[in-house]
């Protein structure tokens, strides 16, 4: 977590911790700046059981504005995986990958936090991506 810059995120919630690790909640409507090269490539994004309430139509991700498609979205309930087509990628980097999701809200459980909550963020592991499906 300590390796995302404060300034690569966009609409999300100050630091916290769960269990021992540090992590952030985004909005219902969020961004994060990848500092990656037009090239196809896999990010791999901890949840931690969290949002475990989730399913794939409730999640809408945009690579620099472009909906990701529904095959290159991957959910357990531990990690989100999303495929990204360097086709898709602005070749100077600098990617902007955007979502929306179904948000929580913790006062429905009785909480006194009033936050609308998208998705935890414990961390993001980033990786080369060779062989990716074609886009359908």
């Known amino acids: 977590m ?73 959910l357990s309930r531990e990690e989100l995986e999303l495929e990204l087509r360097g086709a898709d990628l602005n070749p100077r980097g600098g990617q902007r990958l955007s979502f929306y999701v179904r948000p929580l809200y913790p006062w429905e459980q009785g909480a006194t936090d009033r936050r609308r909550l998208g998705l935890p963020l414990f961390g993001l592991n980033i990786e080369r991506a060779s062989g990716l499906r074609a886009a359908a």
């Open 2 to 74: 300590d390796a995302i810059h404060e300034t690569d995120l966009f609409n999300w919630h100050g630091y916290e911790s769960f269990a021992g690790n540090s992590m952030r909640w985004s909005d219902e409507l969020s961004a994060i700046r990848l500092r990656i090269p037009a090239q196809d490539t896999r990010v791999r994004w901890a949840l931690h059981g969290l949002r475990w309430d989730l399913a794939p139509p409730e999640l809408k991700f945009f690579i620099n504005g472009k909906p990701l498609p529904p095959d290159g979205v991957r």
